[in-house]
Nanobody
Framework: QVPLVESGGGLVQAGGSLRLSCATS????????MGWFRQALGKEREFVAA????????YNPDSVKGRFTISRDNAKNTLYLQMNSLKPEDTAVYSC??????????????????WGQGTQVTVSS
């Protein structure tokens, strides 16, 4: 089991910002496509964004719409998700995931091998 440790969640008012972080091992980070997913209470897990080792990215346009930015710091083995203009509907548990099998920024959760425990993001209206 490869540890992925998220941090940065919390309670924020609508319109506010949060930055999520996900730290993992050097080997995993250097070989994986990294992604963010979220799951709201009572709903299916939803793809948010992914970034390849080379830095190419993919977003879920329905949920992100230019408000979120995914990035990675290869020197720190850390993945980030900058979330701006947050809305109550962004409330969910956000999880990072690692896809070590391909270099495709997949939106399919089944392509991701390792998962973090998740961090709660709550946006109040």
């Amino acid at each position: 089991q490869v540890p992925l440790v998220e941090s940065g969640g919390g309670l924020v008012q609508a319109g506010g910002s949060l930055r999520l972080s996900c730290a993992t091992s050097t080997y995993t980070f250097n070989t994986a496509v990294m992604g963010w997913f979220r799951q709201a209470l009572g709903k299916e897990r939803e793809f948010v964004a992914a970034i390849s080792r080379a830095g190419s990215w993919r977003y879920n346009p329905d949920s992100v719409k230019g408000r979120f930015t995914i990035s990675r710091d290869n020197a720190k083995n850390t993945l980030y998700l900058q979330m701006n203009s947050l809305k109550p509907e962004d409330t969910a548990v956000y999880s990072c995931a690692a896809n070590v099998n391909t270099d495709i920024t997949s939106a399919n959760e089944n392509d991701y091998t390792y998962w973090g425990q998740g961090t709660q993001v709550t946006v109040s209206s």
